[in-house]
């Protein structure tokens, strides 16, 4: 979900977004408000995304739409202004201390399949994703402002003189890209707590599986996802204290053989 | 630069400032504008005769030990605040630096605050890489240093410095009690899970020492890891009846919560070294704790002694939280450099006899006796061996079912 809304992002608007890992970070916290308001799971899910959209597109109006011009280094400086800015800002609000958001009811328990056991709530949110992701990919394919992002992703030039207005494209992509990182937020909280410093534990993952997956391709950021999950996965058991480099391997393959990763398109 | 520079020295010369000169110019610049900014910071406070003596913590407030860091800075301003920021007749000032978790960055900082904030003492360190990679500076410049966490054995051990004494704990020591404890009390099928660095490797290695058991497996995920399912099954697959485990921060927490999710400790034990099971933990991950955890640890929230109950007591109520090992660490430390201080009555001047007055400091910690070993200097405490319980009252926390006193690191 992260690397889809950062791969859009980039692919789309040509922007290096280091901020996305903030977005998660707030889409947590969002969350764990939400909940500890209201105790309701599944309120904060979509308080969560709702809220994020909200100030992406804000920070998109305010702040990028006057850098897109300067190149990506301003880009990169901005936007790791802001990481900063935020962390410190959770740090001051909520305190440097982990929170945990609760299990929601009903999935606190594990499932035993042919003998093996799965925590329900990661079956939960296996199952979450696989929506999510599928709704994309319909959305995506299918739907109309699929077809607009996709023509913006190869053509923008063209895409403005289509006629379609690129502002509102541009700060919605941004508002959905935001939106979705923060779903993912709330949805790990359960699961890996909710702490300053959960952005940049993330970030690098997810930019290793937006440059696996390719650029501005949503197949490619699922495809990625799941390629570097599996490696997260069977990397500590084949490689025993090898983990962060099987993840790096697989990324260093793919650069070789296909530099522009593996679903992205020819610069 | 160069220019600025020359007008701040008042010098005409044009072309012969080397650039060595304009460096020190830009350098006496800065400390000249650090120490007024330090001036106006100051509290003015009367009675204090000498001039103010600066206390330079290098402590982490952001990044994976934030939390840690702010816990031992709060225990260290409760104890300072307690003495009214005198000791010796001479006011404390301190003077924090984020230590991140990165050893050049915590260099960097201890740099700054010796050469241009002039401080007396530098205390603080949460990591041991970060310490370690301080030490040789510190040691060169023979400057007064105490360790208020970072336990790597090699401190006390190889790398001993006659100018840093260390107020936390050596890794060696929570856990070598516990090898013997374990075996003799719980199980002899150990499977180790720690985490992959310094730490974790150290704390293992002295359970080992003393665990007369068969070790079926050591599962050893990176610092600063998100997902434990791998481990959680390697852990499965080694069939133990016990677990001991080194984690702490957020790795205890994300462990603890995923195996609860999977129901991991329905017939495995938890044994480990209890950073991971203190109230920053516990307070995170709620009723996901492992209750009945057995841990080894230099100090209990439930120790029954009046310094421990004044300071448990005194931190909940300006801070609104329970005070956890950390901050008992930094309210120790906090109360060394007083000590010392008052032994020489103020004259640090003399650095040998300020030296011999922190080596001599003895108190009644928190934490039971508290002294320092003229061997290591690595402080010489109890080790207490606890259980983790729901308390009605106060939530998650450990009883001492055992103690062990006065644990000394062999230093070698």
């Known amino acids: 979900m992260l690397a889809a809304g950062l791969s859009v ?137 699929g077809a607009i992002l996709r023509a913006g992703v190869a053509d923008r030039e063209m895409l403005g003189l289509l006629g379609i207005d690129l502002k509102r494209v541009f700060t919605g992509t941004f508002a959905f890209g935001a939106a979705l990182a923060g779903l993912a937020g709330v949805v790990v909280g359960p699961y890996l707590g909710v702490y300053p410093g959960m952005d940049e534990s993330i970030l690098v993952l997810v930019l290793v599986v937006v440059v696996v997956g390719g650029l501005g391709s949503i197949e490619g950021a699922i495809l990625g996802s799941l390629l570097i999950g599996l490696a997260n996965a069977i990397g500590p058991l084949v490689l025993g204290g090898f983990e962060a480099a099987s993840i790096f391997a697989v990324m260093a393959i793919v650069l070789l053989v296909r530099p522009q990763g593996l679903l992205g398109r020819r610069q | ?152 054995n090699v401190l006390s051990r190889a790398k001993k410095s006659p100018y840093i004494y260390r107020a936390s704990f050596s890794n060696w020591q929570p856990s070598h009690p516990m090898g013997a404890y374990v075996a003799e009390n719980i199980t002899k099928k150990v499977t180790l899970l720690y985490a992959n660095y310094a730490a974790g490797s150290e704390a293992a290695g002295a359970f080992k020492e003393t665990f007369t058991g068969t070790i079926l497996a050591e599962v050893k995920p990176p610092l600063n890891n998100q997902d434990y399912s791998t481990y959680i099954s390697q852990i499965r697959a080694s069939k133990p009846e016990a677990i001991y485990f080194f984690l702490s921060g957020t790795d205890a927490n994300n462990f603890f919560t995923q195996a609860k999710q999977v129901d991991l400790f329905a017939n495995i034990k938890v044994t480990g070294a209890g950073f991971g099971v203190e109230q920053d933990v516990t307070q995170a991950i709620g009723d996901k704790s492992p209750v009945g955890a057995i841990t080894g640890l230099h100090w209990a929230y439930t120790l029954d002694n009046k310094e421990n109950k004044d300071f448990t007591t005194a931190y909940k109520s300006r801070y609104g939280r329970l005070a956890d090992v950390f901050a008992m660490q930094g309210y120790d430390t906090a109360r060394v450099i007083a000590e010392a201080l008052n032994a020489v009555k103020g004259k640090t001047d003399d650095k040998p006899a300020f030296l011999k007055a922190i080596a001599a400091v003895k108190f009644k910690s928190p934490r039971g006796d508290f002294r320092f070993d003229s061997a290591t200097n690595n402080v010489v405490n109890p080790i207490y061996i606890r259980e983790l319980v729901k308390d009605p009252s106060l939530g998650y926390v450990n009883k001492v079912k055992t103690t062990i006193a006065s644990v000394a690191d062999p230093g070698q």
């Open chain 2, 1 to 152: 630069m160069a220019k600025s520079s020359d007008a701040f020295l008042g010098l005409g010369l044009d072309d012969a400032l080397t650039r060595r000169q304009v460096l020190q110019a830009g350098l006496a610049g800065a400390a000249t504008i650090g120490l007024a900014a330090c001036g106006q910071a100051e509290p003015t406070g009367g009675g204090a005769t000498g001039p103010d003596f600066k206390v330079g913590a290098v402590l982490p407030s952001s990044k994976v030990y934030a939390e840690l860091g702010t816990s031992i800075t709060n225990g260290m301003k409760l104890y300072f605040d307690k003495v009214g920021n005198k000791a010796g007749g001479r006011k404390i000032v301190l003077l924090l630096e984020d230590e991140e978790a990165t050893p050049d960055v915590a260099l960097a900082k201890t740099r700054k605050l010796v050469e241009q904030d002039n401080v007396d003492m530098i205390a603080g360190y949460v990591a041991s890489p970060d310490a370690v990679g301080a030490r040789d500076y510190l040691d060169q410049n023979a400057m007064p240093t105490l360790i208020a966490n970072a336990g790597a």
């Open chain 1, 9 to 145: 992002i980039f692919g789309l608007m040509d922007v290096l977004n280091l901020a996305h890992g903030s977005f998660y970070m707030l889409g947590a916290y969002v969350g764990l408000t939400v909940l500890g308001v209201s105790g309701n799971f599944w309120l904060a899910l979509i308080a969560a995304p709702v809220a994020l959209g909200v100030i992406g597109a804000l920070i998109e109006v305010v702040f990028f739409r006057r850098i897109y011009r300067e190149g990506h280094l301003m880009q990169v400086l901005l936007t790791f202004g802001f990481t900063l800015v935020f962390v410190d800002l959770i740090r001051w609000r909520f305190g440097p201390q982990t929170h945990s958001l609760p299990t929601p009811p009903g999935l606190e328990g594990a499932v035993h399949i042919l003998g093996v056991s799965f925590a329900s709530y990661k079956l939960f949110v296996i199952l979450f994703a696989s929506v999510v992701a599928l709704g994309l990919l319909l959305a995506w394919r299918r739907s109309r402002v």
